[in-house]
Each structure stands twice: as structure tokens, then as C-alpha cells.
């Protein structure tokens, strides 16, 4: 969790624009984070907060920015980003359990699990019910 902390490159805070940007953490171990490159947090500016968004999209403010020291800059932050989950848990908890089960049902569930850099379009629970008949249950998440 704390290489998710450490970015690659430095980013004093006049750096960060209001235009989101994805910048590539220290967290490269394959055992948590199949993103060529690392896992990466998306920086913005809103109004005069610099903000860092994780993985599992909770945001955490800027309290005290550009604390220098020989390698880089400390910004000090109001909370602590999660790692991302992989597919599996992230369609359960987003409450897309039918995109869930046609994934799993159909065999591809496991692939997108083992994938890097992929963008899943899931539908939400109402437009994708009567299209797969889906056999899984959520107890086997």
C-alpha cells in the first residue's frame, strides 16, 4: 500500500491543472497490479484543492503541499488511498452483479481478471437481465 503513495517522477502541486491527469505510482508488483507500468492515481485541481484520486475512486485533498527534501516533494494528505480491486470485486461492489454473471457465465470473467489495460463496458443491472441466462450466484465471488 505505501509504494500506491509514492509517485514516479516529482509533481510539486503548481503542477497539478484542472485537467485530470493518471500518474504512475511506485506499485509495479504483478501480485498487485496487472497495469503495464504500475498502478497509477489521477491528480486534479478543484478550485484551489489539489486532489489525488485512487483506485476505488475516494478522493484525498492536499492539506499541506511541496514539503522539499533532496529526492522530491511530500504533499500531506487527508485520508489514505485504496488499492483497486481486481474485475471480479469491483463489478460486485459497483452493484453490477448481472455484468458479473455474464462475464463469468460466458468464461470470460477469469481473462479480464488477468489482464492489464483493459476498459470493460458493463451495463447496469436493468439493461443487461433477460440477455444471458446467467447460473452464477454472488456467494461464489
Known amino acids: 500500500m505505501l509504494e500506491y503513495h509514492v509517485l514516479q517522477g516529482t509533481y510539486e502541486s503548481s503542477a497539478i ?6 500518474i504512475p505510482t511506485a506499485l509495479t ?4 497490479t496487472n497495469v503495464t507500468g504500475g498502478q497509477r492515481v489521477e491528480a486534479i485541481m478543484r478550485g484551489s484543492n489539489v486532489e489525488f484520486i485512487g483506485g476505488l475512486l475516494q478522493n484525498v485533498s492536499v492539506v499541506q503541499a511541496n514539503l522539499s527534501f533532496s ?6 494528505i487527508d485520508g489514505v488511498l485504496t488499492l483497486p480491486q481486481n474485475v471480479s470485486s469491483t463489478l460486485i461492489d459497483a452493484g453490477l452483479s448481472s455484468a458479473f454473471g455474464a462475464l463469468n457465465d460466458t468464461g470470460i470473467l477469469d481473462t479480464a481478471n488477468g489482464l492489464g489495460n483493459v476498459t470493460i463496458f458493463a451495463p447496469d443491472n436493468r439493461y443487461i437481465k433477460g440477455q444471458f441466462q446467467t447460473k452464477t450466484t454472488l456467494t461464489s465471488v
Open 17 to 22: 491543472t484542472n485537467m485530470s491527469s493518471f
Open 71 to 76: 529526492g522530491g516533494v511530500i504533499h500531506v
Open 29 to 32: 508488483n504483478m501480485t498487485y
